[in-house]
């Protein structure tokens, strides 16, 4: 009777964290009745394998559960990398050119964005189960960047930066720390008047460095009418080289189609969905092969549910089959991560996703051929689809997943929160 009462208490406190405290016997019962232990749970829930289906009373089984979620972690992770650099960066670098940024805007707008997206919903996630933590996430995630990562990215891959830029945005960053510092020092406390300006001086960093560029390609433009000497021929080079974002578009001939419509079908779409290294297979080493062979199913996963559009690709690296089959999965499946509990009409908002986009596929899949790129297919399609379909909901997976190894672990709330906001 008193383990019922004090269980009761766990749940009503939604304290998960704290499922260790309770005996043996009644761990699984509790992660199963418990709501906040089966917040967010989407396909695997992490708790109830480990104390409803594995011994935990046998350390040995114990640390093989803990050991397996965290390869599946690491995992999920690595996903994420190959996600980053196959479809983020030829996205954003097709986006600058197309909005005719030079490197420093493209860096301080689309590349702060899309780096920051995964922190901003990894922040929103966890303030919508912990309020109190989301100053400290999005604190340790500003630290980690500017130590950690800015230093393995200075030691491995030495670059050249532009003095006058690196004094701009570092006084910017020195502005946006020192108010900080002030507004939580004050007798008032931190109010919403109070914050706005902090909001406020990342925009003031974009204008400014959108006045930088225009200022730029107007020296350009007046050094390229007045060049008549080797120095300022120089200088108009230096200059130039400041200004473009090299881009190689192929060009995409629309005229050569010939044949049927359909012509190579399942052969495109394979070889655009499987495109596994095999001269590289057979001339690796054992750790070469198998590396190869546990990258390739989450390459794969990620090209079905992913579009890109790279311009840099012979006929921007379309398949029919493909696009056709990601207009449909592709929103399922975020409304799948993103409103799986919500209705519409008695239906799940998921399967109506299904309902209205399987026309849309079919239609395009219609009127499409495989041996020519559609005019749609280009920057837009990449730009709204992009981002979400993975990074999105790996924020929540991977935060639930490490939640649940530290209360396994018996760490303490903070210590899980720190740990997964730097990461």
């Known amino acids: 009777m008193v383990i019922d009462v ?8 939604d304290a998960c964290n704290k499922v260790n405290h309770l005996p043996e016997p009644q761990r699984c019962r509790f ?3 418990t709501a906040d232990c089966r917040d967010n749970m989407y396909l695997i829930n992490y708790l109830t394998w480990h104390y409803c289906h594995v011994d935990s009373r046998n350390m040995f089984n114990a640390f093989w559960s803990m050991l397996a979620m965290t390869v599946f972690a690491s995992y999920i992770f690595w ?13 954003l670098k097709v986006l600058a050119d197309t909005f005719r940024m030079n490197e420093n805007v493209a860096g301080v707008t689309l590349l702060t964005i899309a780096n920051g997206s995964s922190d901003l919903f990894t922040a929103v996630a966890g303030m919508l189960v912990f309020s109190k933590w989301g100053f400290l996430v999005s604190m340790t995630q500003s630290l980690f960047q500017h130590t950690f990562v800015a230093g393995m990215v200075i030691l ?14 570092f006084g910017f960053l020195f502005l946006n720390t020192a108010f900080m510092d002030f507004i ?3 007798e008032s406390g931190i109010t919403k008047l109070g914050a706005i300006p902090g909001a406020l001086i990342y925009l003031v960093h974009v204008f400014v460095a959108v006045i930088d560029q225009r200022l730029l390609t107007a020296r ?14 120089e200088q108009l080079e230096e200059l130039k080289r400041q200004t473009e974002l090299g881009v190689h578009r192929e060009r995409i001939d629309r005229s050569a189609s010939r044949g049927s419509a359909n012509r190579h079908l399942f052969q495109q779409f394979w070889e655009s969905l499987f495109r596994f290294d095999k001269d590289k297979f057979r001339r690796g080493s054992f750790g070469v092969r198998f590396y190869l062979l546990v990258k390739e199913p989450m390459e794969m996963l990620l090209r079905l549910l992913v579009p890109v559009v790279d311009v840099e690709r012979p006929n921007h690296g379309w398949s029919k089959l493909l696009c056709c089959l990601q207009f449909i999965i592709a929103p399922t499946y975020i409304f799948f991560i993103l409103l799986k509990d919500v209705s519409l009409l008695g239906t799940a908002a998921y399967i109506m996703t299904f309902y209205i986009m399987l026309p849309l596929g079919c239609l395009i899949f219609w009127r499409t051929r495989t041996d020519t790129t559609p005019k749609f297919f280009r920057e837009p399609l990449s730009i709204w689809l992009c981002p979400w379909p993975w990074r999105r909901p790996c924020a929540p997976w991977e935060m639930h997943l490490q939640r649940k190894r530290a209360a396994m672990g018996r760490l303490p709330a903070s210590s899980w929160r720190w740990a997964w906001s730097s990461l």
Do not use: N
């Open 184 to 186: 939580h020092k004050r």
């Open 79 to 91: 996903m994420m990398q190959i996600s980053v650099g196959a479809y983020f960066c030829p996205t």
């Open 31 to 33: 992660v199963r009745d």
């Open 156 to 169: 491995t891959r030495p670059f050249y930066v532009e003095p006058c830029y690196f004094l701009r945005d």
């Open 6 to 13: 004090w269980t009761r208490s766990l749940q009503h406190h």
């Open 220 to 233: 350009v433009h007046h050094l390229q009418k007045i060049e008549d000497s080797e120095q300022q021929a």
